[in-house]
């Protein structure tokens, strides 16, 4: 029950559908997510709760091209530090209101990169950030390629965010803003916006 209750784990080359969530970590460090197929979670696809020492590299996450099809799956990380989220490819993920959340959702994170990943059609947003110190979205495509997109924007910061860093990111179709970045949340460059 303690800030890190399990360590070394490894969750590796399995096929994940179906369930409320694909995978919920708490109070875990240096866990290795990697090589899986996560699917159909009602709620999301990946929960981590006070954590640290997250390596997630190389999984791909929903792939319902369908609009029409239930809203669901997302990623979402809770007072999680040291980790990295690497080489991702997901189509629709749902997660999030028009008030808050996203695709990818970080919330009180520390040295946290989020890098070379697709996020194609997300539903509500790509990637926002709350109250989160030295997190880097780097070299991703975060994309909305309906033709009247729903993705209101591409990564969103919010609250006491600082000394964080977007660049390199290739941004296209939201329909608000691609960028809701307030002055002195993040360095912002290099960022191509279609």
Same mark, same amino acid.
């Given at each position: 029950?303690?800030?890190?209750?399990?360590?070394?784990?490894?969750?590796?080359?399995?096929?994940?559908?179906?369930?409320?969530?694909?995978?919920?970590?708490?109070?875990?460090?240096?866990?290795?997510?990697?090589?899986?197929?996560?699917?159909?979670?009602?709620?999301?696809?990946?929960?981590?709760?006070?954590?640290?020492?997250?390596?997630?590299?190389?999984?791909?996450?929903?792939?319902?091209?369908?609009?029409?099809?239930?809203?669901?799956?997302?990623?979402?990380?809770?007072?999680?530090?040291?980790?990295?989220?690497?080489?991702?490819?997901?189509?629709?993920?749902?997660? !999030? =209101? #028009?008030?808050?959340? @996203?695709?990818?959702? *970080?919330?009180?994170?520390?040295?946290?990169?989020?890098?070379?990943?697709?996020?194609?059609?997300?539903?509500?947003?790509?990637?926002?950030?709350?109250?989160?110190?030295?997190?880097?979205?780097?070299?991703?495509?975060?994309?909305?390629?309906?033709?009247?997109?729903?993705?209101?924007?591409?990564?969103?910061?919010?609250?006491?965010?600082?000394?964080?860093?977007?660049?390199?990111?290739?941004?296209?179709?939201?329909?608000?803003?691609?960028?809701?970045?307030?002055? !002195? =949340? #993040?360095?912002?460059? @290099?960022?191509?916006? *279609?």
């Amino acid at each position: 029950d303690g800030p890190s209750a399990a360590r070394l784990v490894t969750i590796a080359g399995n096929v994940l559908g179906s369930q409320t969530r694909g995978i919920e970590l708490k109070h875990v460090e240096r866990v290795a997510i990697t090589g899986n197929t996560i699917y159909d979670s009602a709620e999301l696809s990946i929960l981590a709760e006070h954590s640290s020492g997250l390596a997630i590299g190389s999984n791909t996450f929903v792939w319902r091209g369908d609009d029409d099809a239930p809203a669901r799956d997302g990623l979402k990380f809770v007072d999680c530090r040291d980790a990295s989220l690497v080489g991702l490819v997901a189509r629709r993920l749902c997660h !999030g =209101t #028009a008030e808050a959340g @996203g695709a990818i959702t *970080l919330t009180r994170c520390e040295d946290f990169a989020i890098s070379e990943c697709q996020l194609l059609d997300s539903l509500v947003r790509g990637i926002e950030m709350t109250d989160c110190t030295r997190c880097r979205v780097s070299g991703n495509s975060i994309i909305d390629r309906r033709e009247k997109p729903l993705m209101r924007q591409a990564v969103r910061i919010r609250g006491k965010s600082r000394d964080n860093l977007v660049q390199n990111n290739l941004l296209g179709g939201a329909s608000q803003q691609l960028l809701d970045i307030p002055e !002195g =949340t #993040a360095v912002l460059q @290099g960022n191509t916006l *279609l």
